[in-house]
């Protein structure tokens, strides 16, 4: 069977497109893996209004148990084998537009099920400087029952 980008994907938007400004952490939505082994993170901004002398924007992957954020369900972040948070930063957006994206392997396996994108902007300088940020999980092929072997990350 020939499979091609039109087939079988699916992607979810976690932070939907929206203006983010300050220090503040964005959370995205909470994203339901269940059946699917890998996906990837896409994360997209717009160039930085406000005219900041720099600007950049961390991406940070979190998971959950239940998508709840509270309790047994509290987000945690999300790190790869090796313990490195699994994330990046993209930088220089009063220049022009940015995108940038991260693998996410072990889902249902050694992952927690539920998972959200968040992104941090930084600035310095200008006049209420903001970014428009866009955040998606990009999951390919099927969803499968698979088993979920674990309740916790990295095990």
Known sequence: MHINAY???RNVSSIIPQTVSGGSAVNGVSVDTLGYDNAKIHVYSAEASGSPSAASLAVTLQESTDGTGSGAGAWTTANDN????IGFTLSGLQAAAGVSAARVEGLNLNRKRYLRIVVTPTFTGGSSPAVLAY???IFGGDAQQLP???TSSNT
């Open 7 to 9: 087939d079988n994907i």
């Open 82 to 85: 090796t313990g490195t948070a």
């Open 135 to 137: 955040g998606e999980l």
């Open 148 to 150: 979920v072997t674990s």
